[in-house]
C-alpha cells in the first residue's frame, strides 16, 4: 500500500475501472449483443430507455452519453447474452405464491429488450438470494425462474444512475449507488464500506468482526455521520465549468499535476473505481476548488462545502489511519 501510495503522489493517477474479462457463456439471453437494439427499464414511476444510435452507440431517452456510461450499458448488454443463471427453477421447484418474497410480484425492476428483427423479452429482476450472490429473474411467459449473477442486475441499476445523473452535479454516480469511497489525502489512504446491511464504516477501525465469521459491521452510531457527509457530496453542484477535456497546462495550473485530494468512489461488484474526482487548489481568492472529473474529462470549480465534507470524512476515520 505505501508502494501504490508513493506511485499515485509521483503521477498522480490510480487504477482504472478493471475490465470484466471473466465472462461466462450461455446468458439468459440467447441472441448476440449486438442483436439487441433498445433496452427499455422500469422502475416503478421511473423509466429511461436505452437505444441505439448512430455508429451503434448508446443513447440515453434519445440523448447521447459520455462513453463511461456507454461503456456500462454495453456491458450490461453483455452480461444478458453471456452470464449464465447459477441455477434454474422449474415451475414444479416453487409456489407462485412465493414471487412476492422472491421480489417478483411486482419486480424491483423490468427490462423490455428489444432486438434487431423488432422482437421484445419482458424480464423482471427481484430480490437477491440469502447467500447474496444472485439474483431471481422471470422472463415473462415463461414458467422457469432464473438465479442470475448479481452483478447483471447490479450493471443495469448502474447504467440507469450515472446516465440519469444532472450534468452539474459533481459527482457523476449517486452514493445509493457506491459500496465503497476511498479518499486520498496528505500521503494517507483513507477507506469506507458498506456492511451486509448498508451501513458504512472505516475500514480500518470503527467497526467489529460478526462472532464466526469475517463480514464487518458498522458502528451504528458514527454510520450515520459518515452517510450524512457523503450525502452532502451527492448533492453538491459544480460551480463553473473551466473547460473539457483540459490539457496538461490546464491541470498544472490548477494544481491537478499532482492532486493533492482524490475521491474514488467503487460500486459493489466492479473491481475498480466507477468514478474519480481530483481536487487541486483554490481559485482565486475564493475557498471554492478546482476539481477534474474524470469520467466527463471536465475542469470545473468545486463549492468549498466539497472540502469541508471530505475533511469531516477523514476526521471521522480516526487517528491512525
Known amino acids: 500500500m505505501v508502494g501504490l501510495l508513493g506511485v499515485i503522489a509521483i503521477t498522480g493517477e490510480w487504477p482504472v475501472d478493471a475490465p470484466r474479462t471473466h465472462l461466462e457463456t450461455g446468458g439468459i439471453l440467447a441472441i448476440p449483443a449486438d442483436n439487441v437494439a433498445r433496452v427499455d427499464m422500469a422502475s416503478g414511476a421511473q423509466r429511461i430507455e436505452f437505444s441505439r ?43 407462485p ?17 428489444t432486438t434487431s428483427n423488432s422482437g421484445t423479452l419482458h424480464l423482471g429482476f427481484g430480490e437477491t438470494t440469502p447467500a447474496g450472490n444472485a439474483q431471481y429473474v422471470r422472463i415473462a411467459g415463461e414458467p422457469a425462474l432464473y438465479l442470475l449473477p448479481r452483478d447483471v442486475g447490479e450493471e ?26 476511498e479518499i486520498v489525502s496528505g500521503g494517507t489512504l483513507y477507506r469506507f464500506e458498506r456492511d451486509p446491511a448498508g451501513l458504512w464504516f472505516h475500514h480500518v477501525g470503527q467497526h467489529v468482526h460478526t462472532f464466526g465469521g469475517f463480514v464487518h459491521q458498522a458502528d451504528p452510531k458514527l454510520a450515520p455521520l459518515i452517510e450524512a457527509e457523503l450525502m452532502g457530496l451527492d448533492r453538491l453542484t459544480i460551480l463553473r465549468l473551466v473547460s473539457r477535456h483540459p490539457d496538461a497546462v490546464a491541470l498544472d495550473d490548477a494544481g491537478l499535476a499532482h492532486p493533492p485530494t482524490i475521491l474514488l468512489l467503487y460500486s459493489r461488484d466492479i473491481a475498480g473505481p466507477v468514478a474519480r474526482v481530483e481536487f487541486g487548489k483554490t481559485a482565486g481568492d475564493r475557498t471554492d476548488r478546482y476539481a477534474r472529473v474524470l469520467r466527463t474529462d471536465i475542469l470545473a470549480v468545486a463549492p468549498d462545502e466539497a472540502e469541508r465534507h471530505l475533511a469531516a470524512l477523514v476526521q471521522l476515520a480516526g487517528p491512525g489511519s
Do not use: C, N
Request: glycine share 4%.
Open 97 to 113: 405464491a412465493q414471487l412476492r418474497a422472491y421480489g417478483l410480484d411486482p419486480p424491483h425492476f423490468v427490462l423490455d429488450v
Open 156 to 181: 443495469w441499476e448502474l447504467a440507469r444512475d450515472m446516465a440519469g445523473r444532472a450534468a452539474d452535479l459533481l459527482l457523476p454516480i449517486s452514493i445509493s449507488q457506491v459500496w465503497a469511497v
Open 53 to 95: 444510435g448512430s455508429g451503434r452507440s448508446w443513447l440515453a431517452d434519445q440523448a447521447a452519453v459520455d462513453p463511461a456510461v456507454a461503456a456500462h450499458i454495453d456491458t450490461a448488454v453483455r452480461l444478458l447474452t453471456v452470464s449464465a443463471p447459477r441455477r434454474s427453477l422449474s415451475a414444479k421447484e416453487y409456489d
